[in-house]
Antibody
Framework: QVQLQESGPGLVKPSETLSLTCSLS????????WGWIRQSPGKGLEWIGD???????NYNPSLNNRVTMSLDTSTNQFSLKLTSVTAADTAVYYC?????????WGRGTTVTVSS | DIQMTQSPSTLSASVGDRVTITCRAS??????LAWYQQLPGKAPKLLIF???NLQHGVPSRFSGSGSGTEFTLTISGLQPDDFATYYC?????????FGQGTKLEIK
């Protein structure tokens, strides 16, 4: 079955760029949207954005143009970059497949923004 | 942006109860509404998609209804594993939005 796994640094300094990768196994990136969602400590879910396998992107406007997503069909991976991070970006970051809804999720990776 | 408002924020119930959670959209989203369950420390799990379609493997005690701007998630015959936080989410627009969540607690 399709599985997703997030990877990337667990600690990022303020003003730097957060970079995460999601690796897909048991399926293909083709044909779907792939998304990133985050959850700040003790808070609800926040949609960050998603990317279609052909490269079309949709981003949360509240993130003020700090988000870039990309994907690589040859490696079955997609990525998130969030620039100019602050403590408010500390969260668990999830990657997920979007097929009518977010139907497959990774386990999540915790990213802390701190100097 | 489409805003999603869930009610109540917290709900106390007992095993065996029937409970209903409501989600309201700030504009018409048709049937493009999903419900998720999140257990503490775990990733969310899709329960319902397109307002009323049960995701494969989800018990039939979960059901969803609604269209347009008002939607409900009903759990009939609460089980111990159902005490969790529930989120609605709209997929009508290219800017997806989650509700703020409803925490279902044991009474």
């Amino acid at each position: 079955q399709v599985q997703l796994q997030e990877s990337g640094p667990g600690l990022v300094k303020p003003s730097e760029t957060l970079s995460l990768t999601c690796s897909l196994s048991g399926g293909s990136i083709s044909g779907y949207y792939w998304g990133w969602i985050r959850q700040s400590p003790g808070k609800g879910l926040e949609w960050i954005g998603d990317i279609y396998y052909r490269g079309i992107t949709n981003y949360n406007p509240s993130l003020n143009n700090r988000v870039t997503m990309s994907l690589d069909t040859s490696t079955n991976q997609f990525s998130l970059k969030l620039t100019s991070v602050t403590a408010a970006d500390t969260a668990v970051y999830y990657c997920a497949r979007l097929h009518f809804a977010f139907d497959v999720w990774g386990r999540g990776t915790t990213v802390t923004v701190s100097s | 942006d489409i805003q999603m408002t869930q009610s109540p924020s917290t709900l106390s119930a007992s095993v065996g109860d029937r409970v209903t959670i409501t989600c309201r959209a700030s504009q018409d989203i048709g049937h493009w509404l999903a419900w998720y369950q999140q257990l503490p420390g775990k990733a969310p799990k899709l329960l319902i998609f397109k307002a009323s379609n049960l995701q494969h493997g989800v018990p039939s005690r979960f059901s969803g209804s609604g269209s347009g701007t008002e939607f409900t998630l009903t759990i009939s015959g609460l089980q111990p594993d159902d005490f969790a936080t529930y989120y609605c989410q709209q997929n009508n627009s290219y800017s997806r939005t989650f509700g703020q969540g409803t925490k279902l607690e044991i009474k």
